[in-house]
């Protein structure tokens, strides 16, 4: 459920009509729903009532500042992959405490800040990578809670770019290793091991992986505890999917109820990392037809925006649904919505049945709330694009367009060339 939804023709984001922000600041924007935001944590976290646990919203989907903050203020945690994620999640006022930190690949500095801003936990993905933390913690004169990801080795059946779990992904510490690095964790002086932690992958639209998943992180649990470990955290990860097309993934509940009833009585706290279960259907990337053409087999929709804009359907092959802005309820065709980009995959649709929209004409791409934004870039020195947020019957713009000034800043001009 989210609230973009027509009135006589007009998509509307809760109370304000889409077009009107579009003659106000201009195309392309990222258009955001905050009732829709604060209704999908609400039933996210609500799925697990009862039950001891803390909910860290995944940064990475999507992090605006101000949807970080709406989470903040709902008594969310944060996931995190990485320095630029813990900056803007410390500057959005989460409690440093509520912060885990995932990611195969973190750096020094980016250890070192996370320790001094003193965060929840590391997620570790190596044995290397645990020794760096002692190190670095050695250094700080400070103890680091680490829990392990462990590579459970299932198959969540999602696109192989976003599958983590599976043996010959590049995530986490093979199930069979895992006990090794908890001996050589327990080990190091400046080492608390705290927890335990599996991420099997993105848009999951079926319950069974995860408690695969979970039964199988379980026996270990119960091996480590019996070689004396203390683990308290279990973090689940994030992955849970949603429909953009005609998937059917499991409501936040069911998923819930399956994970609850296979934690009864593990005395663990549990921490789970959802994000695009959360954001995903409470943003749309707004975009205006520039121009139609017609190739020899094909119908084109030329849109302002483009794969830096939004890349999941040049990355993933994706599916969003395009919406007309405003529907003048005329004939259906099978058109390419292509974007200006210099690329044959610059698309945001490829032979869809769309409404025969012309040029002026605005098109909603929906679903576009998480890995949206966060994955845009200035590919052919294209400006990003604004951020807004609705509220009710107001809108906000959350980021500004950027300037051309901000393309080159940061650049200079060496002497040697400067003639
Ligand atoms: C990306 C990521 C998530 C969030 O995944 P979603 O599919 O958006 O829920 C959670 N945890 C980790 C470690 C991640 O890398």
Not at 139 to 168: C, F, M, W
Not at 228 to 249: A, H, K, Q
Not at 269 to 298: Q, Y
Not at 381 to 401: I, L, T
């Amino acid at each position: 459920m989210h609230h973009f939804k027509y009135r006589d023709n007009e998509l509307y984001c809760e109370d304000v009509p889409v077009r009107i922000i579009a003659e106000q600041i201009g195309t392309p924007f990222y258009l955001y729903s905050h009732a829709t935001l604060k209704r999908h944590y609400l039933i996210f976290d609500e799925a697990f009532e009862g039950l001891d646990r803390l909910v860290c919203y995944s940064a990475k989907a999507n992090t605006n500042l101000s949807v970080l903050k709406l989470f903040e203020s709902l008594g969310s945690g944060l996931d995190i992959v990485s320095g630029g994620e813990l900056y803007r999640g410390l500057k959005a006022g989460f409690s440093p405490d509520k912060i885990v930190y995932s990611g195969v690949g973190k750096r020094v500095d980016e250890i070192d800040y996370a320790l001094e801003a003193g965060i929840l936990m590391f997620n570790v993905e190596s044995i290397e990578e645990l020794e760096l933390i002692n190190k670095r913690a050695g250094i700080l004169e400070t103890i680091a809670p680490v829990a392990i990801r462990v590579n459970p080795d299932v198959d969540p059946k999602t696109h192989p770019y976003i599958s983590t779990g599976l043996k010959k992904n590049k995530f986490g510490i093979d199930k069979e290793a895992a006990i090794e690095g908890y001996n050589v964790a327990r080990g190091l002086e400046n080492i608390d091991v705290v927890g335990i932690d599996c991420h099997i992958g993105s848009q999951i639209t079926d319950a069974k992986p995860f408690v695969e998943a979970l039964e199988s992180i379980k026996d270990l649990i119960d091996e480590l505890r019996k070689i004396g470990l203390d683990i308290r955290f279990l973090d689940m990860g994030g992955g849970l999917g949603i429909t953009y097309n005609d998937e059917s993934p499991p409501h936040p509940r069911e998923y819930a109820k399956e994970i609850v009833a296979s934690l009864k009585g593990t005395q663990l706290k549990l921490i789970l990392e959802p994000g695009r279960v959360i954001v995903g259907n409470a943003g749309i990337l707004v975009t205006e037809v520039l121009f139609r053409k017609s190739g020899k087999d094909k119908e084109f929709i030329i849109a302002d925006a483009g794969m830096n804009d939004l890349m999941r359907p040049t990355l993933y092959s994706a599916f969003h649904a395009i919406e007309p802005v405003v529907d003048n309820e005329g004939q259906q065709i099978t058109a390419d919505v292509v974007g200006p980009i210099c690329e044959t995959g610059d698309f945001l649709a490829v032979d869809r049945k769309i409404s025969d929209v012309i040029k002026g004409d605005l098109l909603a791409v929906m679903s576009a709330g998480a890995y949206g934004f966060t994955m845009s870039s200035n590919y052919c020195s294209r400006p990003r694009v604004a951020e807004v947020m609705v509220k009710d019957d107001n809108f906000y713009v959350v980021r500004d367009r950027e300037r051309y000034e901000d393309l080159v800043n940061g650049e200079s001009i060496p002497p040697f060339l400067d003639v």
